[in-house]
């Protein structure tokens, strides 16, 4: 059984930071992508950032130059710095991991006041 548990989410004004963790144990694979998805009320899920094992990222549009990938593989660990955060950035966000399965987190919500 894989277990992902994600912190960090909340409330913050617009131009403020928030950095989102998410911790992955269990019967894991080697991992290969680790990233985050997001989800407004209303739309649909969409990539925020992933980062395959060798560390290359990727990134939506939406967020370049504002949010941060980094992982610890050595802690199955994957962290999202968001920095210049607006409103529009307000959703559930979500922690996916793949190694050959996919996995969700349970999701965090993060609200950003105008």
């Known amino acids: 059984q894989v277990r992902l548990v994600e912190s960090g989410g909340g409330l913050v004004q617009a131009g403020g930071s928030l950095r989102l963790s998410c911790a992955a144990s269990g019967s894991l694979f080697s991992i290969n992508n680790m990233g985050w998805y997001r989800q407004a009320p209303g739309k649909q899920r969409e990539l925020v950032a992933s980062?395959?094992?060798?560390?290359?990222?990727n990134y939506a549009s939406s967020v370049k130059g504002r949010f941060t990938i980094s992982r610890d593989n050595g802690k199955n660990t994957v962290y999202l710095q968001m920095n210049s955060l607006r409103p529009e950035d307000t959703a559930v966000y979500y922690c996916?991991?793949?190694?050959?399965?996919?996995?969700w987190g349970q999701g965090t919500q993060v609200t950003v006041s105008s």
């Open positions: 980062m395959a094992s060798g560390g290359s990222a």
């Open positions: 996916n991991v793949y190694d050959g399965f996919t996995y």
